[in-house]
């Protein structure tokens, strides 16, 4: 990992503020933000369209997003909404 990564812990009951916080350090470009999904058992369609935004703001900013501990049904979501990749995705 880079040296300026921001790590985040994505709680399964506050997924959209962990989200918004990602979004707002990715704004500030450079670097790498990580988010720990270990938690998060699925994401709602408010999640997604976050997701979306995180991913965009990424590519214009030139920061990597990376996804740790994505389960299967939200790697599915993210799939069916041509959102995979845009991310990468960490043991």
């Given at each position: 990992?880079?040296?300026?990564t ?19 350090k990715?704004?500030?470009?450079g ?28 590519d214009?900013?030139?920061?990597k997003?990376g996804?740790h ?11 069916l ?9 960490q043991?």
């Amino acid at each position: 990992m880079p040296a300026n990564t921001v790590w985040l812990e994505v709680d399964r009951t506050r997924v959209t503020p962990t989200l918004q916080e990602a979004l707002e350090k990715v704004d500030g470009g450079g670097g790498e933000v990580v988010l720990d999904f270990s938690s998060v058992e699925r994401v709602d369609a408010g999640a997604l369209k976050l997701m979306e935004k995180l991913a965009a703001t990424a590519d214009e900013k030139a920061v990597k997003v990376g996804l740790h501990g994505v389960n299967v049904r939200t790697y599915k979501a993210l799939k069916l909404m041509k959102l995979s990749g845009r991310f990468s995705f960490q043991n």
